[in-house]
DNA sequence: CCCACCCAAATTGCATACAACATTGCTCAT
DNA sequence: ATGAGCAATGTTGTATGCAATTTGGGTGGG
């Protein structure tokens, strides 16, 4: 007999990683906040040899920065920085729509489809929803191809640019977005493999371009994080 | 003032990362081998604290597959998983190739011209020199873009590269690339950006296509980790 | 003979304790 | 007043101990 749910999902350092992990791209962590291992153990109702393992794999992805002796911090990339993950991400996404074109299910349409229509609706609403479905967009389209690879490390790069544009962007750059995933849909559908690769090469250049000013941001770390400790299920 | 030599590199865990890095590529751990955390720790001279930590970063990087409860193991990729392992390569690797082009400094074009000259010394020699120094052309050259997620994420590819080729190579497939290594550099210098990228391609391509018998391996964990312990300074 | 069950050994999951290091603020001599 | 040195504090680095889970083998019933 197979249980059918083990204990929440994979294990708690999984869910301290996620948690933070959400509470970086909604910005509720902002670029460049501290993140003591004891005080985010706290506000998780953990220890700190989960939040360590969680930081670690913070810092493999890249959203934070994890210096010696020194504690942990939400990265602060520099604008250099965000020039090459852009390059990165031209790269890899060209690859995504070349791998997808005309090779969408119609499941996996419909599921776009809806996806954009979420994102539609959530552009009046709550800004850091918009901003994180904008993000997905970009992911559901990379685990779509089916290469568990290329999905992940178009995951990172799409969340470290959500760095960037914390740091860099203008406040509601995300929005404007929404019509050219609705085209590049449309190409993909089409099959028309060039016109796809070429709609995300400028949507992605068009996100670029907006990275102009920045912006500072301040929290309590144990307040920002008591929503996320109860939607992962810790506490 | 600046100190000299803080603590040997940069930290222990690190230190534990790389002995295990070098013993999975160098194949003295092979794919499917099981790493339990206490005999790591004991070949090492180490906690399992730190052993975790390093696991963790490894299961990161996609060599080692970490499963909850049950241990980690040396990754055994499927055959698919390196056909798209290989078409991510060959989207990063043009980029690196598209980025180089013509800009190679002297001191760079002397670096790479001694590492080839490197990898044909060791053809004759010892043969897990001889994959190590493949392999890391390529790291090299993606380094050498400045961009520090390229450099990463093809760092990664090509470590799991060699997981796929130890599983499903022939024996001595990679003697045989240091001449396109050589013409590839050709182009970059030359600064015939298309040739670089065909060159490189038709490199990888002629890689995926050596892949086709499987071998086994065994070993003592203690055994196979003592000489990287003593190279880390652990132990 | 085979299968289900259960117990023992080994291993991971997690927390806690202590040691090492960095940082801050204070004291004291100049 | 000012800067060097030092003590106090807070934080990270690492080891170890205990609980929880898996695994393999043995035992008894069918």
């Keep these: 007999m197979r249980r ?35 005080s985010i153990g706290e506000g998780l109702g953990v220890s700190r040899t989960l939040v360590r393992e969680a930081l670690v794999r913070l810092s493999e992805e890249g959203l934070v920065e994890l210096r010696p002796n020194r504690g942990a911090a939400v990265a602060t990339p520099s604008l250099e920085e965000g020039q090459d ?10 690859l995504v729509t070349e791998t997808l074109s005309g090779r969408l299910t119609t499941a996996q349409q419909m599921q776009l489809k809806e996806h954009i229509a979420a994102e539609e609706a959530a552009r009046s609403g709550d800004s850091s929803a918009s901003i994180r479905l904008a993000g997905e967009f970009h992911t559901l389209l990379a685990s779509m191809t089916g290469n568990a690879t290329l999905a992940r490390f178009v995951n990172e790069l799409v969340s470290r640019s959500s760095l960037i544009l914390a740091l860099y962007g203008r406040p509601h750059s ?8 609705h085209e590049i849909l449309g190409a993909l559908v089409a099959g028309d493999q060039k016109r796809a690769a070429n709609l995300m090469i400028h949507h992605l250049e068009s996100i670029t371009t907006r990275a102009v000013l920045p912006r500072d941001r301040h929290a309590d770390i144990r307040d920002a994080l008591s929503s996320y400790a109860a939607s992962e299920g810790l506490g």
């Design 4 to 38: 059918l749910e083990k204990k929440g999902n994979g294990g708690r350092a999984q869910a301290v990683h996620r948690a933070l992990k959400r509470a970086i791209l909604d910005q509720a962590l902002g670029p460049g906040v501290k993140l003591p291992e004891d």
């Design 85 to 94: 993950l852009f390059s990165t991400r031209f790269a890899l996404e060209r």
């Design 174 to 181: 995300s929005e404007c977005a929404v019509s050219e995933h």
